[in-house]
């Protein structure tokens, strides 16, 4: 009998999500192809900081996964499907018991278990974490893991090269994709049986946020020009205490805030500023600082949650109190005594380093920052009772044979995440889509994919390559770049309104034209790094008009997606998933809409004025679910 | 509440750039910016790539990724020290050395791409070879937790675990050269880390093997520049001290032929 032939799985990206699905599909006896712009180990996943909810109760809080999963739901305002938000929380014990053993060095106990420490959007203490670099240290436990397999063979890694299309046969099957190699721009076919994207978010989109500067979003959207719907883009995460700086905004994790950081700018009793509770009234005292979270929202204070936070600093900023008249508030440890300032010394540390001023001294200058993207690529989920269960493929796109998984799908966190949420979701995600693309591939048909499809897709590729070298033009990819996040960051980040939304929609088609006039100021083929983010820029563009258009159409107030015109949550409209589709024919995203999954809680309000803790009651839960773990 | 000094005037960047064999000096000439580092600089040049000469040039190529010094990418020699571009401002190195011009180069231990980028793919073969992971047997929840770790040792372990494999350590050692196999205090440190995880420890004599080959700790020099450098404070000379006499001991052990799972 001939040898069974082992299934070839490409995943592309190499952060969390990425290297668990490699991890379990190697485990699972695949032969996975890992591709990565980077070495996989240098992943945007190192910048988390805070930690990984997990609901294991050990602090003696009757924290269950079914309160997180309740958490989540609510966090993200409903418009999470629920079926996924559950298996993950239920899986997070597990999952933290397999960190563990693969030596992700968690804080400790006195007792030597590991520590949990509380977080925002929850009153349990449920965030491990590993010092102040919980991602880093997960990323590090899957690398070794997946070098491990590396050793054997089972995994092959292709870094430094990035994916720039995918490979479909003419049942319109994922059979490989077209990726080239950043140090020479050869261009390279790689086949497979199934493909995985697991490519983080699209901070770049924005040019300054709290992103790598790989999250550019390039692979989404290359994926949705090729016909991959986009779910939720407009649902971007503001973090509200970020160092500005000229080459990106750096976080300041929210534990500066929880340990009595306070946030002020200078008061100015001539201006006048309407508070939450409906009163009109001066903004603070001349000559004397103005602490505006504190007198807005006396119970919650610096504490408010994230959306909130972000949403308050703009607004006193727009007053025209922002520090130095830009858009920066202080955020206030100078007054803290030695042993709370040591407790958040390593925070401390990255403003000091990065700034040259030391926060024990001077106010921290901050500001909100472009942080998450919720949205992504659009991937089933039959849940584990449905009846179809076994013949849909979870965390797969419309596109059949491909997945997509972590930060750049679109499940787990709704209209906005919870902190140290992603951690979990690109974790469970990757596991699960280790499990689910062997079955695939068990499904499909023996066919042979003529060696034509992907020599035309290699010349398509080539011919693009040579076009974009030697074009020439007057415009420069990165001043448009420049134009294009400038656009972004006013009108469709913290704030947005109709008529600058269609405004930033036309802005968006002209640089969009301009783009067919740039010349490179590098034509070499040796690390040409100019070619490369010109060859990812029509992308990233058609993912920032996903972005505003979503938000234009979306006439509500939900999560991330804030917009003053239409103050108010409205299910009876908007309780809704916005599809993306792309055409290639009409100048702008076809957007469509599917209904929210919310088969085990009802949606209630979301409010964090009043802080209770309560057992949620989830209702249709099966009894039936699989882990894959 | 004053705010930050406002500066003025311009200052060089210099940058040995190129490719192997055809390498030079380039120099820029940019706006001075209280908030300026390598980074946003290098940004500015691309932007507009004219040298001092009024020449147009190309972009300088450099590697880059989170910014915030936990990812290892941009390493390269500023004033001719090895360190993260990202942490690097340009108004520290001004007022340090009294002189507007700083000087970037790339890494000199590893294989030349272009410009700044070098290929430090060896770091991570290294991994490889000293077995710089936790061997468990499957990815399958057993519902226990591994054994407990006090908090002291997991502080241990987790400095040691912040190595972020940028190179600084492998740039500054005198020992790592074209004459000699020596992987460099990173794999080393890593055996350390790997060797003190209480399941990592049952493959303590692999490592240790791995580290007693000519490409191991033999080949430490004790110059002591490696933990000067590293951007992590990574305790690496301890590190290499304790492999040392650790690796020493599996010799003794296998030249005796006692069997592996023995605790030394």
């Not at chain 1, 508070?275 to 603070?284: E, V």
């Not at chain 2, 380039?26 to 009024?54: C, H, Y």
């Amino acid at each position: 009998m001939a040898e069974k032939k082992k299934k070839e799985v490409i995943v592309v990206g190499g952060g969390l999500a990425g290297l668990a699905t490699a991890m379990k599909l190697a485990e699972k006896d695949c032969h996975v192809k890992l591709v990565s712009v980077t070495k996989v180990r240098r992943s945007h996943s190192v910048c988390a900081q805070g930690g990984i909810n997990i609901a294991i109760n050990l602090k003696g809080e009757d924290d269950s996964p079914l309160i997180h999963a309740y958490d989540t739901i609510k966090g993200g305002d409903f418009l999470a499907n629920q079926p996924p938000i559950l298996e993950m929380c239920l899986a997070g014990p597990g999952i933290l018991r397999l960190m563990e053993r693969i030596g992700c060095p968690f804080n400790r106990t006195s007792e030597g278990q590991v520590d949990f420490r509380r977080f925002g959007g929850t009153l349990y203490h449920r965030t491990a974490f590993c010092g102040a670099s919980t991602g880093q240290q997960l990323l590090y436990s899957l690398d070794e893991q997946v070098r491990r397999h590396e050793a054997k063979g089972t995994v092959e890694k292709f870094e430094n090269h990035e994916f720039l299309r995918l490979i479909l046969n003419s049942e319109g099957r994922a059979c490989g994709i077209v990726m080239h190699d950043l140090f020479n721009l050869k261009v390279h076919v790689l086949k497979a049986d199934a493909v995985v994207i697991a490519t983080g978010g699209l901070g770049m989109i924005y040019k300054k946020s709290t992103n790598s500067t790989f999250c550019t979003g390039a692979a989404n959207g290359r994926l949705y020009m090729q016909g991959m719907k986009y779910a939720n883009g407009e649902f971007i995460q503001i973090h509200p205490t970020a160092i500005p700086g000229l080459d990106k905004m750096r976080l300041i994790s929210e534990s500066v805030r929880g340990e009595g950081g306070r946030v002020w700018v200078h008061g100015d009793s001539s201006k006048q500023i309407l508070f939450p509770d409906g009163t009109t009234r001066p903004c603070g005292v001349t000559g004397e600082p103005w602490y505006f979270l504190e007198e807005m929202y006396p119970v919650f204070g610096n504490l408010v949650p994230r959306d909130i936070g972000s949403r308050e600093v703009l607004r006193v900023c727009e007053h025209g109190l922002g520090i130095d008249g830009k858009m920066q508030v202080y955020l206030d440890v100078t007054q803290l005594p030695t042993e709370k300032q040591h407790k958040l010394e390593s925070v401390l540390d990255i403003y000091r380093k990065f700034t040259g001023e030391d926060p024990r001294k001077k106010p921290m200058r901050i500001c909100p920052a472009v942080h998450y993207t919720m949205g992504g690529g659009w991937v089933d989920w039959p849940a584990a009772d449905d009846p179809d269960r076994w013949t849909r493929f979870r965390q797969m796109t419309n596109l059949k044979g491909c997945f997509n998984v972590g930060e750049s799908d679109y499940q787990y966190h709704g209209a906005n995440r919870l902190g140290a949420n992603s951690l979990l979701s690109c974790i469970f995600g990757g596991l699960v889509t280790g499990v689910e693309v062997p079955r695939y591939i068990d499904s499909l048909p023996e066919t042979e994919v003529p060696e034509t499809v992907y020599q035309e897709a290699l010349e398509e590729e080539e011919e693009i390559q040579k076009k974009l070298l030697s074009q020439e033009g007057t415009e420069n990819v990165y001043k448009l770049h420049d134009e294009m996040a400038d656009w972004m960051t006013r009108y469709a980040s913290v704030k947005r309104d109709n008529p600058d939304l269609k405004k930033a929609i036309e802005k968006l088609k002209e640089i969009r034209q301009r783009f067919k006039h740039i010349s490179l100021d590098d034509r070499g083929s040796v690390l040409n790094q100019v070619y490369v983010f010109a060859r990812q820029f029509p992308a990233m563009l058609e993912l920032a008009l996903v972005i505003a258009k979503g938000a234009l159409l979306r006439d509500e107030f939900r999560g991330a997606h804030f917009k003053p015109e239409f103050p108010e949550r409205d299910d009876d409209h908007w309780l809704k998933t916005t599809i993306a589709t792309y055409d290639p024919k009409k100048d702008e995203p076809v957007i469509s809409y599917e209904a929210v999954d919310i088969r085990y809680l009802d949606p209630v309000k979301r409010d964090y004025t009043k802080a209770k803790k309560m057992k949620p009651t989830l209702k249709n839960i099966p009894a039936n679910i699989q882990l894959p773990i | 509440m004053k705010s930050k000094e406002i500066i003025s005037g311009t200052f060089t960047l210099r940058i040995f750039r190129g490719v192997p064999g055809g390498q030079f000096w380039e120099e820029f000439e940019l706006e001075r910016n209280v908030d300026a580092n390598v980074i946003s600089s290098l940004m500015e040049i691309q932007k507009n790539p004219i040298n001092t000469k009024g020449e147009k040039t190309t972009p300088v190529a450099w590697e880059q990724g989170c910014l915030e010094e936990v990812c290892g990418s941009c390493s390269m020699l500023v004033n001719g020290k090895p360190r993260q571009a990202c942490t690097a401002l340009i108004e520290n190195f001004i007022r340090e050395t009294g002189s507007t011009t700083v000087t970037l180069a790339p890494f000199t231990k590893f294989p030349l791409i272009r410009d700044l980028v070098v290929d430090r793919t060896s770091m991570f073969e290294a991994l490889k070879k000293v077995k710089a992971w936790i061997p468990i047997d499957g990815y399958t929840d057993t519902g226990k937790f591994g054994p407990v770790i006090s908090p002291e040792v997991q502080d241990a372990l987790y400095v040691l675990s912040t190595c972020m494999t940028c190179g600084c350590c492998s740039e500054s050692c005198p020992q790592v050269n074209p004459n000699s196999d020596f992987m460099g205090p990173a794999a080393m440190s890593q055996v350390r880390l790997f060797n003190s995880n209480p399941i990592g420890k049952l493959q303590k004599p692999q490592r240790l093997r791995a580290a007693l080959s000519d490409e191991g700790i033999a080949g430490c020099g004790n110059a002591q520049n490696c933990v000067r450098v590293c951007p992590k404070n990574i305790p690496l000379t301890e590190s290499l001290a304790l492999i040392g006499r650790e690796a020493s001991k599996q010799a003794i052990k296998d030249f005796l032929s006692l069997p592996d799972a023995s605790e030394s």
